[in-house]
């Protein structure tokens, strides 16, 4: 079970998925990684987006209330 955790904490998302994923727009992404405020990946010239680190990202952004 650990193992199918890990490799899906490893899949690589398309900038599309990655916006899916965060409930944002794919122009708000594309800023958010011009920023430097997005990890991200370039194999190429792609841009893909591991999913283990926009969770990391998402919960350094959510605000106890």
């Known amino acids: 079970m650990n193992q199918a955790r890990s490799n899906l904490a490893d899949r690589l998302l398309s900038q599309r998925e990655a916006a899916q994923f965060l409930g ?27 999913l283990q680190d926009l969770e990391r990202w998402a919960e350094e952004r959510v605000q106890n209330v």
């Open 24 to 50: 944002i727009s794919t122009r708000y992404l594309h800023t958010l990684r011009a920023k430097g405020q997005l990890p991200f990946l370039r194999i190429g010239n792609r841009i893909k987006y591991r």
